[in-house]
Each structure stands twice: as C-alpha cells, then as structure tokens.
C-alpha cells in the first residue's frame, strides 16, 4: 500500500484553509460553481445520464451548478445505433430538452470512438483492412451528419474523436476506424463535421494524463495536433478528460505545464471535459480521503486553470451517487469511491471548496463563444 505524500498532504491542508475562507455553513453550498466560474470566463458544468434524469434531487443540484452539461453515453454508437436499422434518441433528446429548459449549453460526447468495443456488434460486418475502407468511410460520415443535423446548433462543442492512441508507445491505436480506414480517419471526422456542425467548437478529446507515466502519449497527442494544423483541418481545441489520481504519487507539474505550453502554443483551445479524482488514498479514515482528493483537484485546477485558454470546465458527474467509478473500479477495501464535489446524500465535500478556491483564484480570461 502506498503512503500519503507530504505533498498530499500539504495540499490538502491548503484546500482545506482555502474551503474555510467560504460561506459554506451548516453543509450548505458555498456558492454555485457556475457562478464562480463565469466571473472567470469559465463555463463550468458536467454530465449527465439516465441516473440524474430520474433523480429529483439531481435536477435541483444540476441546474444550481451546472452552466453545461454533457450527456455520459447518450450520444456514444452503442447508445445510439444499437439497433442497424433503427436510432435511438431518447436519452440525448430528454438531456437537450433539460438543458434548454434549464437554460444551459450542451456538450455532445462523442461523434467517432475508435476502439472495436464502442461500435454496434452489426458494425463489424464491414470488412477490416482496405477493403472495408469506403464503407466505413461512408458509415462514420454519414453518422457525423445526421447526428450533427438531429442536434443543430443546440450543441455547441463537440467532441469530434476520442482518445486515438496507445497509451504507451503514443501510436494510433488500432480499433474499428484506424483497421479499415487509416490514420486519415481522424481528419475526415473532423472534416466532416465542420460541414455538418459550422456552428460548434470541435474538440480532440483524450484522457492526458497529470503525470510523466505516458511521455509518449503526450508526444503522441501533440504530433497529431500540429499535423492537423498544418493540414489547416478544422479542429479547435484539445478536451483533456481529466480522470485523474489513477498513477497516484507520479503527477509532475513540470511536464504537465510543458505539454499546455506546446499545445496552446499552437493556438488550441483547451477544456476539462471529464473531471472526477480517484479516490485511493490507502486509508480507511474518510476525511483524510476526501482531503487527499481534494488536494489532487487543487493541485491539478491550479495549473490547468491558469491557462486563460481553457474555457470550459465539466465534472464527471457531480456527485459519488452517479459515479463510474463505483462499478468500473472499486477500491480495495470495499469502500465506494468518493470522486465527486458531492456526496452521494448530495452534501458538498472539501473536493467542491477545493474546485471553488481553484476557480476563486484562477485568472479572468475572454469566455468562449461557443
Ligand atoms: C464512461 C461512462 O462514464 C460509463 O458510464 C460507461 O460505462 C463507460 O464510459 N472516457 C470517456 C468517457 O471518454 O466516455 C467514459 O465514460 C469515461 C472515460
């Protein structure tokens, strides 16, 4: 079992000082974290699914904070286009309608996913290798376009590819659209919704790491930003997920810098599209938990926030009650994960003062059109 750094330690004391300087009371929310954000220039939010539609108690929580929200799954193939002959538009219609009735912007998650598992079963059929290339082509455009047309300008940003790459040698992964069209895959994606969204924000999303474990993913990442530049294809900004706390005890604040450095340097925009903290501090003792996942979100948010070109800040989801970490990683000791700004009784945990003291401090910027 791993030990708390002093590091940790010590940030968490900081978040800690920084949460005892709001008016939080008696549990109460110190203050909507779209409010503090947008007096940055920030538009701050998060996501969404079936489980927050069905929840009373989320709508209140989701409209109070949120600016932007983003729905999980409702937009991924396997969501959409389970059936071959047949959409489903159920859930990201109900999450569209929510937004407009809350006043809020949406994010759409996601048009092109490569790995093989994020495709319907019946997407096989299409031969892998060249022989498969037109048809795929042609299959993921044609999505591109009717998904772009379904939703018009009521998405605003749009995560155009996801996560492309190998996580160690930094390569494109293979997967259903690198195996039967190529490299170029990415570019016709993004080319493509330029066309069919003129209106929105396309983003390159991917997990980027806080941390020197995956120097070539990072390579990666930025070689094809600068190749797409170069090519002038239409692609806006770098969505940086933002699941942090996995290689615990590796973030280095040096390269993260340096990697924002090269990509805004390039004239890319950048949001946190995805933030939760894995919450796996070895110690059963809760708010030493919660301090330590509160001191990962301060140390994280305070550099990445200190680019005035990040203008977009989304949560995972903004309480444990939702969490995928609840299913996709259980801790060790059985405990559920506290990754979230709210409990799961929907009470603000020191991971929000310490998201509020990051935005509180974080520099005013010119806020995204989109
Ligand atoms: C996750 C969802 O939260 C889960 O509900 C689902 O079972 C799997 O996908 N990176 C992404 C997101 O881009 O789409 C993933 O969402 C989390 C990792």
């Not at 007096?39 to 949120?66: M, Q, W």
């Not at 799954?73 to 407009?100: C, H, M, P, Q, V």
């Not at 309480?319 to 994960?337: A, C, I, V, Y």
């Not at 929000?352 to 003291?357: E, H, R």
Request: proline share 6%; charged share 25%.
């Amino acid at each position: 079992m791993m030990s708390l750094s002093r590091r940790h330690v010590l940030m968490g004391s900081a978040a800690l000082a920084a949460a005892a300087l709001l008016p939080s009371g008696c549990g109460q929310p110190p203050g909507h974290l779209k409010d503090l954000a947008k007096r940055k220039g920030i538009l701050f939010g998060g996501a969404i699914g079936p489980e927050e539609l069905a929840d009373t108690a989320a709508h209140e929580l989701v409209s109070r904070e949120c600016g932007v929200i983003t729905p999980r799954n409702a937009l991924k193939w396997r969501t959409l286009r389970w059936d071959r002959s047949d959409w489903n538009f159920t859930e990201g219609d109900a999450i569209a309608r929510y937004a407009a009735a809350n006043n809020q912007k949406m994010r759409g998650h996601v048009l092109v996913w490569n790995p093989v598992e994020n495709m319907p079963d019946w997407a096989s059929d299409i031969p892998s290798g060249s022989a498969g290339r037109s048809q795929a082509i042609q299959l993921m455009e044609t999505h591109i376009e009717q998904v772009c047309a379904h939703y018009g300008d009521r998405i605003t940003s749009w995560d155009v590819v996801n996560e492309a790459f190998e996580p160690y040698s930094g390569d494109l992964a293979p997967g259903f659209f690198m195996d039967r069209i190529g490299p170029d895959y990415i570019e016709h994606a993004f080319r493509k919704a330029r066309e069919a969204a003129p209106h929105a924000q396309l983003v390159y999303n991917d997990y980027m790491r806080w941390s020197d474990k995956y120097p070539n993913h990072h390579k990666g990442v930025l070689k094809l930003l600068e190749n797409l530049r170069k090519k002038e294809v239409p692609i806006d900004a770098l969505g940086i997920q933002g699941h942090i706390g996995k290689y615990y005890g590796t973030e280095n604040d040096r390269h993260w810098r340096q990697f924002l450095d090269e990509v805004t340097a390039m004239g890319y925009d950048l949001l946190i599209t995805e933030f939760d903290v894995r919450d796996f501090a070895p110690t059963a003792d809760i708010s030493a938990r919660d301090a330590n996942v509160a001191a990962l979100t301060k140390g994280f948010l305070d550099i990445t926030l200190s680019y005035p070109e990040l203008k977009q800040f989304i949560c995972w989801g903004l309480s444990d009650r939702w969490s995928w970490f609840r299913q996709s990683e259980p801790r060790e000791d059985g405990q559920l994960q506290r990754t979230a700004p709210y409990d799961v009784d929907l009470k603000p945990k020191p991971m929000y003062a310490a998201i509020a003291a990051a935005l509180i401090t974080a520099p005013t910027r010119e806020p995204s059109t989109t």
